[in-house]
């Protein structure tokens, strides 16, 4: 029972920390704004630290809750299939690679942020049958490499501030 | 704490690996769409910058677009979805040439006799279909 408590508080904690980043992401102004796609993904820093401190469940709950939020607080329902189908597939990436332990930290969450992008251009792929968003692909799979090495170096920092497993 | 080094010295040979990969994937990607783009369906022809026609790719037609006061002849032939000029009276016959086009942006141009011949998809465009 009262481990029950404890994961819901924690789960609630962590969601609430991944929708301010996702907020701080919006208030920042794009750096491409013709590339919509193309974004730091500060919330997954949350994701990158609750799979190497917590654990895989956590990271997938706090993820798919946080995209449920944000869509009905700031976005719409075509935003809403992008994301959870980058989120899927950038989950799905990062808990193999963490499990494999063949990665770094940085390591993780650079695949995590290319299989983001990809997951999401897949989805725009299937809802609009565009070819030329294949061209896309190659600018996200750039941008996907910059994000992950910077929400990487700051989950990495934070995992190291908190040594020990969150129980 | 040697183990601990040894894990994070492999860590960051595989992150490198991971880098690399990805990289050469973007650029395989680049090269694949430049070279193997998706296949429009119909081809527009403009004559002076200004649109002439637009014929189906699904269909096969040869057609004689005559410019300049019907003194030049670019001869357009639609094929098994590939569109090509076969024959015309331009000087440097480097239309002629041209391989057949079939990709969607694919373009074919004739400078001497100011005809461009461009592969699109049709409904990207409002322009009528198959004119003839
Ligand atoms: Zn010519």
Same mark, same amino acid.
């Given at each position: ?167 | ?75 357009? %032939? /639609? ?7 076969? =024959?015309?009276?331009?000087? +440097? *016959?480097?239309? $002629? ?10 373009? %074919? /141009? ?7 011949? =461009?592969?699109?998809?049709? +409904? *990207?465009?409002? $322009? ?5």
């Amino acid at each position: 029972m009262n481990n029950k408590i404890k994961t819901i508080t924690f789960t609630g904690i962590f969601t609430a920390l991944a929708i301010i980043l996702a907020y701080v992401e919006l208030l920042i102004p794009p750096l491409f704004p013709s590339l919509p796609g193309i974004k730091m993904g500060l919330p997954n820093i949350i994701i990158v630290f609750l799979l190497y401190r917590k654990d895989a469940t956590s990271a997938i709950f706090v993820s798919l809750i946080r995209i449920l939020l944000v869509t009905m607080l700031f976005s719409n329902a075509m935003a809403f299939l992008y994301s959870l189908a980058g989120a899927v597939l950038s989950l799905l990436i990062m808990i193999l690679l963490r499990k494999l332990n063949l990665l770094s930290v940085v390591g993780v969450s650079i695949a995590g942020a290319v299989a983001h992008n990809i997951g999401q251009i897949l989805m725009a792929m299937l809802l609009l049958d565009s070819s030329e968003l294949g061209f896309y692909l190659i600018a996200l799979v750039f941008s996907g490499i910059i994000a992950g090495v910077f929400v990487g170096l700051c989950g990495a920092l934070l995992i190291k501030k908190f040594p020990s497993k969150l129980h | 704490m040697e183990k601990q080094k040894t894990t994070n010295k492999r860590h960051l040979r595989n992150d490198i690996i991971l880098v690399a990969v990805l990289l050469l994937f973007a650029i395989a990607c680049g090269i694949y769409l430049f070279f193997f783009r998706a296949t429009g369906d119909a081809v527009k022809v403009t004559v002076n910058g200004k649109p002439y026609a637009t014929y189906s790719l699904s269909e096969n037609r040869e057609v004689n677009i005559y410019t300049g006061n019907n003194k030049q002849l670019n001869r357009l %032939i /639609v094929k098994d979805g590939k569109a090509f000029i076969e =024959t015309a009276t331009c000087p +440097d *016959k480097i239309c $002629a040439e041209h391989r057949a086009i079939f990709r969607d942006g694919e373009s %074919i /141009v004739c400078l001497p006799n100011r005809v461009v011949v =461009t592969v699109i998809k049709s +409904d *990207k465009t409002d $322009a009528p279909d198959a004119v003839t």
